[in-house]
């Protein structure tokens, strides 16, 4: 079985080596750590990519983009007015 390291599989899902370390440390990529390297299988890869087609969309950053695009204008007048931008933020 073919096996990467982060460095290999960086350029395959077109994200940055850290963004593949932080992936496989929060187990969205199932790896295996071997002293300060990842290990990553090609099974592994292969789950990977189908669910998250070369990048990586966790539910909060998604949640807050879809309020954001509802919430434009709001968010515009607000920095406008020079208004702190957590009171507005989404509600979790």
Same mark, same amino acid.
């Given at each position: 079985?073919?096996?990467?390291?982060?460095k290999? &599989? #960086? /350029?395959? +899902?077109?994200?940055?080596?850290? !963004?593949?370390?932080? +992936?496989? #440390?929060? @187990?969205?990529?199932?790896?295996? $750590?071997?002293? !300060? %390297?990842?290990?990553?299988?090609? $099974?592994? +890869?292969?789950?990977?990519? /189908?669910?998250?087609? @070369?990048?990586?969309?966790?539910? /909060?950053?998604?949640?807050?983009?879809?309020?954001?695009?509802? !919430? $434009?204008?709001? &968010?515009?007048?607000?920095?406008?007015?020079?208004g !702190? %931008?957590?009171?507005?933020?989404?509600a979790?």
């Amino acid at each position: 079985m073919r096996t990467y390291t982060t460095k290999e &599989v #960086a /350029p395959i +899902l077109k994200m940055s080596q850290q !963004n593949v370390i932080h +992936l496989c #440390a929060s @187990g969205y990529i199932d790896a295996t $750590k071997m002293g !300060n %390297m990842w290990i990553i299988t090609q $099974k592994s +890869l292969d789950e990977y990519k /189908p669910r998250h087609r @070369g990048r990586h969309a966790s539910e /909060p950053y998604n949640k807050y983009t879809k309020w954001y695009a509802e !919430n $434009k204008q709001a &968010v515009s007048q607000r920095r406008k007015a020079g208004g !702190n %931008m957590k009171f507005i933020a989404p509600a979790q």
